[in-house]
């Protein structure tokens, strides 16, 4: 005998049948806002930078020849002591050990010393060596921003010999903004700490937090010559690079977060709380839609009394 027909299509399309659902959910009232950085200042601090780092990049290029170099050395001297070891004789063993003609162990900093020795001697172009000069004053990358500014936050007293970052650019359009949230906070602290060591209140030095928009990552990764570069921390010290700094300093405010910097709150000021400034919380809205539940026909009452009796 046939099943029953059902109107309106399939179990599976009627199980298919969503509606529209508005969900609410409210902002954390301790905002971290990042300093306000307008377009035209963000475009004018890359361009002012892009100019400065080209050594770097002519460095990076050679940096990556060498490591090719020493690649190509240390294999070659590998295959030279697989070939005497199958051979057997102690002499080739040891006129095939790596000692002069093989290459050390390949990191930054081997690679960084061969480039110093060929530039000591004349082996390397000018370009090459002020983009070795200049990375004493730059730090790329998000873990190496993070470890320096923690750094900078537990250090004691305030350094003179330009090891302490001045100004710290994160590309923030792109990324996972987690990432990065913990940049403005940090600045903070250490913005604080330099302050308190200074004992002075001026907003006019000190470190400065830049948020870069869309655009301005792949021209900041194409002048270093890196394939992206997400936080770039910048070191004083450098003249090239001092310009940068001073032009960041006179139009970026400090940062500052206000759930942690009790110094201005005041009484009857909107959004106190116990010393605290809190940002007012948003109301997000979230559109998402969920699946029509289908009622389940009840059985009919004579049924149920026929099974009952059976």
Known sequence: MAGPIRAGGSVR???????????YALEK????????????????????????????CAYFAESRRVSKQQGVRRARAARRMKRASKAGTSTSVDSASPSNDSAPKIDRSSVRSI???????????????????LLDHIVIGINANTRALEKQTRAASRSDNGSELALVLVCRAGIDPQLVAHFPALAHVVHNRERAVANHTDNGSGLRLVGLGKGLEQRLA?????????????RAGSPVLDRVIEMARSR??????????TS?????????????????????ELHTSAPIQQKRPKPERAN???TKGN
């Open 13 to 23: 399309a009627a199980s298919e049948k969503r509606r529209p659902v508005l969900k």
């Open 29 to 56: 009232p301790y905002t971290t806002l990042w300093p306000a950085a307008p377009q035209e200042l963000q475009s004018a601090l890359v361009d002012e930078l892009c100019s400065a780092v080209n050594p770097v």
């Open 115 to 133: 480039i110093r020795e060929r530039g000591s001697g004349e082996g390397c172009k000018a370009d090459i060596m002020d983009g070795l000069a």
């Open 222 to 234: 194409t002048a270093i010559g890196h394939d992206q570069v997400t936080v770039l921390g910048i």
């Open 252 to 261: 970026v405010p400090a940062p500052s977060v206000p759930w942690i910097d």
């Open 264 to 284: 201005h709150a005041e009484q009857g000021q909107p959004g106190h709380t116990n010393g605290h400034i809190l940002h007012p919380m948003a109301v997000r």
């Open 304 to 306: 149920i009394e026929r």
